[in-house]
């Protein structure tokens, strides 16, 4: 999941109402501070870690703020490199785990690549990027007995039965789906990305200014596609909002989409010249009786490298 993270990424970051992605300023870890302070900085790192943890995973980078500026990164120098008798990486990579009960598995702690220039980051400091799994073991617990999930960017306490669907989750499948862009084609990638096989999986994609060649169909713009896979058949469906085109057919030797494994599909599709990044694509993905997921990606952000869902 960790990838090196430059200055220059970081501060092209829309942070908006992302879930995902929480800023934590320099002043929550200083040279200067007290074990008091220390554990009251930890408090607060520990809601962020058990709501991430508990929302699908997620990102909290240290020495960074969007207070200033809404919706833009603004780098505020950075935290001290030497923290503790240790680097502030292998501090953090030690403590964080034990934040939240049951401890946390799959972290990644790294640095934010400086800038050769003009860099924000002060010497002899760093902005540090944690990066929270979407994790198997959850609900996880903060410090004071609570347990967190992201709301509107924030980290909000849940009550009993909210915590009891998050336990009820690792009954269920859990698919992701990767979406690359070529210039004659929509590349779909489908990851179980959890413990559980899968064997029922329904996605469905509602596109702007797109057309497709319809594979064996001839030209045909279609704006809804569906695919759905079971233990019967294959069902795809391009839907040009006039009528639906079907195609399905027998499989002979179908298996459950295991966990950890991977299914790949490409469609022939004609974009239209004038697709542009205010063009979307909502996407719904169902796997057996998991919870369905769903959201909306500009076209734009869908690289030529794939972008996960």
Wanted: aromatic share 6%; charged share 25%.
């Amino acid at each position: 999941m960790a990838h090196a993270l430059t200055e220059q990424e970081l501060l092209k970051f829309s942070t908006g109402e992302l879930d995902s992605l929480e800023f934590k300023s320099s002043r929550i870890f200083r040279a200067d501070m007290k074990p008091g302070e220390v554990n009251q900085s930890l408090e607060t790192v520990a809601k962020a870690v058990s709501a991430m943890a508990n929302s699908g995973g997620g990102r909290i980078i240290i020495g960074a703020s969007d207070e200033t500026e809404p919706g833009q990164v603004v780098i505020d120098g950075g935290v001290p490199w030497a923290f503790k008798g240790a680097t502030i990486k292998e501090w953090l990579t030690n403590v964080i785990p034990p934040l939240v009960d049951p401890e946390l598995h799959g972290l990644n702690v790294f640095p934010v690549t400086p800038a050769e220039v003009g860099s924000e980051i002060g010497e002899g400091r760093a902005v540090i990027v944690i990066e929270i799994p979407d994790s198997e073991d959850a609900p996880h617990q903060a410090r004071d007995n609570r347990y967190y999930i992201r709301v509107g960017a924030k980290s909000k306490p849940i009550g009993n039965r909210i915590v009891m669907d998050i336990a009820n989750r690792r009954k269920h499948p859990r698919i992701k789906m990767m979406l690359r862009r070529t210039t004659e084609a929509l590349e779909i990638c489908l990851l179980n990305d959890s413990k559980i096989a899968a064997s029922d999986i329904a996605i469905q994609l509602v596109f702007t200014s797109m057309k497709s060649k319809g594979l064996s169909h001839g030209p045909m713009p279609f704006s809804t596609l569906t695919w759905a896979l079971n233990s019967c058949h294959t069902v795809e469906i391009f839907n040009d909002a006039n009528k639906d085109v079907l195609n399905q057919r027998p499989l002979d030797n179908y298996r459950p989409l295991l966990p950890n494994r991977q299914m790949h599909k490409t469609i022939p599709v004609e974009w239209d010249e004038d697709v542009s990044s205010s063009s979307t694509c909502e996407w719904e993905i169902s796997a057996d009786s998991a919870a369905t997921r769903s959201g909306i990606i500009m076209m734009g952000d869908i690289s030529k490298l794939g972008t996960w869902l």
